[in-house]
């Protein structure tokens, strides 16, 4: 737990650091806190998106690898890949694959 928070007496909210060992916030209503915590949570999902982008970003390939008629026919998956700008599509071979594994079911 690196934070807590407490109701002061003046029936306000302070927020206190464990890892400075002070308040870092007073005097909050319940309305302050809950938007320090959201501009707070804003913040990290941001430093977070970006981390993911930078570390785990996959080639776009592995998308239409990965792709199965499971939620979307095939026509509207490729209808999907152009509007994301791949004019192949998923291209004969892998359809003739997956047209396959549909008939083996």
Not at 63 to 85: C, Q, R, S
Request: hydrophobic share 35%; charged share 30%; net charge negative.
């Amino acid at each position: 737990m690196s934070s807590f928070i407490a109701k002061q007496p003046n029936g306000l909210y302070c927020r206190f650091s464990t890892v400075v060992d002070t308040v870092t916030h007073w005097n909050m209503t319940e309305e302050d806190y809950i938007n320090m915590l959201s501009e707070q949570d804003a913040e990290d999902n941001r430093i977070e998106a970006k981390k993911s982008l930078e570390k785990y970003l996959e080639p776009f390939d592995k998308v239409k690898d990965y792709f199965f008629p499971a939620n979307n026919t095939i026509e509207e998956f490729n209808e999907m890949l152009i509007e994301m700008g791949d004019n192949e599509g998923l291209g004969e071979e892998r359809i003739s694959n997956i047209k396959e594994i549909l008939i083996d079911r």
